[in-house]
Structure formats: structure tokens, C-alpha cells
């Protein structure tokens, strides 16, 4: 019997074949290329806390030799792992591109306040945590002073957050202090009067409150008249001159 051979099949076979070889080839050449140059960039808002070439040196603290390493070689969750772990950072990503540059892409915390006390200055950033000064650049939040411990500083966080996302609020609350009863006074950035906060209970109905009595009260040219606006009771804003 004669054998028919299916040359088109055999054709693909073939050129299936030098396909997976060449793709073999160019992954194994790919993985001893050498890291070719090393670049940062900075995601979200363009306030600075940490340097680029802070997230540098991170970086090649834990290489050997950056520029001769082959890409392989490098473990880039650990990368990511370092840089996440620096107390500016929030989040990073770390990876390679095509042409062998060490990209690193990173996510600065975001302060919403700014605690001082008689021990220490810190920042409480968006999600709650600690954040240390920077030497690079001074964030434009509120002042915070007085009793902040464990059983307030949640409520506190989720405080500072709602302040940080309202335009007017962030303009216009420049300091708060925490009292012993858990009470809070705010101060505004342009009168001289004092806002008794009260609890935090119920804190988004007084600032809508607040907002809603501002508002009048500056079309009636009466703020400078005040020493106290109360937005203790969430039903009425109480003002003592």
C-alpha cells in the first residue's frame, strides 16, 4: 500500500514547531538579559514624602550588583516587600519591562491629619495608620491635639477622612483638640471663633450643619460677630457672641 501524506498537515506540524522553538529560544535569552537601567514613578497626588531616590536606594540595597543581575535572577516580590514597608509607602509594583528597565510604581500614603503632642508629631494617614513627617514636603491638614488613644482613634480616623474629602471642611478646619470627655473644639482658618463639636457621634449631620449655618451666615456678614458656634445638638446650631 501506498502511504498519501498530508503535506499541509505536515507543514503545520513544522512551522508549529519552529514557532515553540523560537518562543523557547527568545524566553531563555529574555531571562539572561541584564537589567538595563532603573526607573521610579510616583502615582496619585504630586506631594513628595519620599524621594525617588530614596525608593532607589531600597531598591538596590537589595541587589548585589543591579546593572549586571540578570532578570531571572531577581525576586521581585521581595522588592515589593521592602518598598511596602517603607513608612511613606503605601503600595508599590515592581516589574520589568520588555526593553530590561527595573520599573517601580509607587502609592504614597495620604495624610488626613496632623497629631501633636508633648512626645510627638505624626500624621494619621487615610486609612488610619501612622505616618511620620517628611523632611520633603509639609501636608496642609488639620492640627490635632489632646487625648487620642485606642478606644477613640478610629472614630478620630474616619473623622479626619470626612474633613480631607469635603472641599469646604478641608479649607476651613484648620485644628482640632480631643478633651478628656472625648469632646472636640475645632478652629476655623479665617474666624476667630470657636466650634464646639461635642461627641463624635453623629458627626456628618453636624457638619452638614455647620456648612448649611456658614453658608447664611456669610451672606448675612455675621461671623466676625461670634466667640462659639455649638453644633452639639444636631437639630439646631446654637451661637453665643
Known sequence: MKKIFNWT??????MLGLVVFLFSFTSKRNEKRK?????????????LFVKEETV???????????????????????LERKLNS????????????????????????????????DFESFYIDYKG???????????????????INSKNEAKLAQ????????????????AIQVLPNASLKMFNRNYDYQIDFGSMMNFETKFKNYKAF??????DS???KYKKIDLRFTKQVVCTK
Open 129 to 147: 495608620g501612622k505616618m511620620p513627617l517628611s523632611d520633603n514636603f509639609t501636608a496642609r491638614v488639620p492640627l490635632v491635639s489632646g487625648n
Open 86 to 117: 517603607n513608612a511613606m509607602i503605601e503600595e508599590s509594583d515592581v516589574f520589568v519591562s520588555v526593553d530590561g528597565v527595573l520599573k517601580a510604581v509607587v502609592k504614597q500614603k495620604t495624610p488626613v491629619a496632623r497629631v501633636v503632642n
Open 214 to 219: 456658614f453658608q447664611k451666615a456669610v451672606l
Open 9 to 14: 498537515n505536515i507543514r503545520l506540524i513544522l
Open 35 to 47: 537589567i538595563a537601567a532603573i526607573k521610579v514613578f510616583f502615582v496619585g497626588e504630586n506631594n
Open 56 to 78: 532607589n536606594k531600597l531598591l538596590i540595597e537589595n541587589m548585589s550588583n543591579p546593572l549586571a543581575i540578570e532578570k531571572d535572577k531577581l525576586d521581585l516580590n521581595k
Open 159 to 174: 473623622l479626619f477622612c470626612a474633613i480631607y474629602e469635603d472641599d469646604f471642611l478641608k479649607k476651613n478646619i484648620i
Open 222 to 224: 455675621t461671623l466676625y
